[in-house]
């Protein structure tokens, strides 16, 4: 959204920093590498990546739609995977770097009408444990978060732990200066994450049935 990005760079124009804005469509490969390039040929390097592309959605049986379900692959999982893969390439040649991943606390278990969205969300966590292992004198970070007031999830009507954006950026930034291999925020958020990781399934699939109720309407054909 380059208009908002605008906007912020115009308001900490006093602030020291220096801007540099492209918008590209991160489903676009050539794009989102021509992108970065440029960065690079402009700043000298690259420190830190912060890879935050994904759209949400329901994507239960009854509002499977393959068009949806596409676009949502293409953003939150290919979309990563080509502006990570694009920075690594940088990176791996200066020998140093942070790439910083966004995942979601949807990747504590399956969640119910959200499977997709959990999906793509537990393929680039695990990609990204992956580059840690590949790419040990990097910093790769994995930060999930827990609802955060943005408009990906405005439309659920229970936001638990709802944090404001701003919370949520000093949290984040804080974590990747203390150079965290894995973040989840808030606490409580933490806290019932690995709870319900460590769920048998057989008592998670009863509560799931049920947590299906905080994001919709319970279908009668839902079964």
Same mark, same amino acid.
């Given at each position: 959204?380059?208009?908002?990005m605008?906007?912020l760079?115009?308001?900490?124009?006093? @602030?020291?920093?220096? &801007?540099?804005?492209?918008?590209?469509?991160? =489903?676009?490969? *050539?794009e989102v590498?021509?992108?970065?390039? #440029?960065f690079?040929?402009?700043?000298?390097?690259?420190?830190?990546?912060?890879?935050? @592309?994904?759209?949400g959605?329901?994507?239960?049986?009854?509002?499977?739609?393959? #068009?949806?379900?596409?676009?949502m692959?293409? %953003?939150?999982?290919?979309? $990563?995977?080509?502006?990570?893969?694009? =920075?690594?390439?940088?990176?791996?040649?200066?020998?140093?770097?942070?790439?910083?991943?966004?995942?979601?606390? /949807?990747?504590?278990?399956?969640?119910?009408?959200? @499977?997709?969205? @959990?999906?793509?969300?537990?393929?680039?966590?695990?990609?990204?444990? $992956?580059?840690?292992?590949?790419?040990?004198?990097?910093?790769?970070? %994995?930060?999930?978060p827990?609802? *955060?007031?943005? /408009?990906?999830?405005?439309?659920?009507?229970?936001r638990?732990?709802?944090?404001?954006?701003?919370?949520?950026?000093?949290?984040?930034?804080?974590?990747?200066?203390?150079?965290?291999r894995? &973040?989840?925020f808030?606490?409580?958020?933490?806290?019932?994450?690995?709870? *319900?990781?460590?769920?048998? &399934?057989?008592?998670?699939?009863?509560?799931?049935?049920?947590m299906?109720?905080?994001?919709?309407? &319970? /279908?009668?054909?839902?079964?």
């Amino acid at each position: 959204r380059e208009k908002e990005m605008q906007i912020l760079a115009g308001q900490l124009r006093n @602030s020291g920093s220096r &801007f540099w804005l492209r918008a590209c469509d991160v =489903c676009n490969r *050539v794009e989102v590498e021509r992108a970065v390039k #440029d960065f690079v040929k402009e700043s000298g390097k690259l420190d830190v990546a912060w890879v935050n @592309s994904g759209i949400g959605g329901e994507t239960s049986r009854r509002k499977w739609d393959w #068009d949806f379900v596409e676009r949502m692959i293409d %953003t939150n999982l290919k979309g $990563a995977l080509y502006t990570a893969q694009a =920075c690594l390439e940088v990176m791996s040649k200066q020998k140093h770097g942070a790439l910083v991943g966004i995942g979601s606390v /949807a990747t504590m278990r399956g969640l119910p009408a959200r @499977s997709l969205y @959990s999906a793509t969300k537990v393929a680039f966590a695990y990609y990204l444990e $992956a580059l840690a292992t590949e790419y040990p004198e990097l910093q790769i970070t %994995t930060i999930h978060p827990g609802f *955060v007031d943005t /408009a990906i999830n405005r439309g659920n009507p229970n936001r638990i732990f709802l944090q404001t954006p701003e919370r949520a950026a000093q949290m984040m930034i804080k974590a990747v200066a203390r150079k965290k291999r894995q &973040f989840i925020f808030p606490w409580q958020m933490k806290i019932i994450y690995h709870l *319900v990781r460590a769920l048998p &399934f057989g008592i998670y699939k009863i509560m799931a049935r049920r947590m299906i109720h905080l994001t919709r309407p &319970f /279908a009668k054909d839902d079964k």
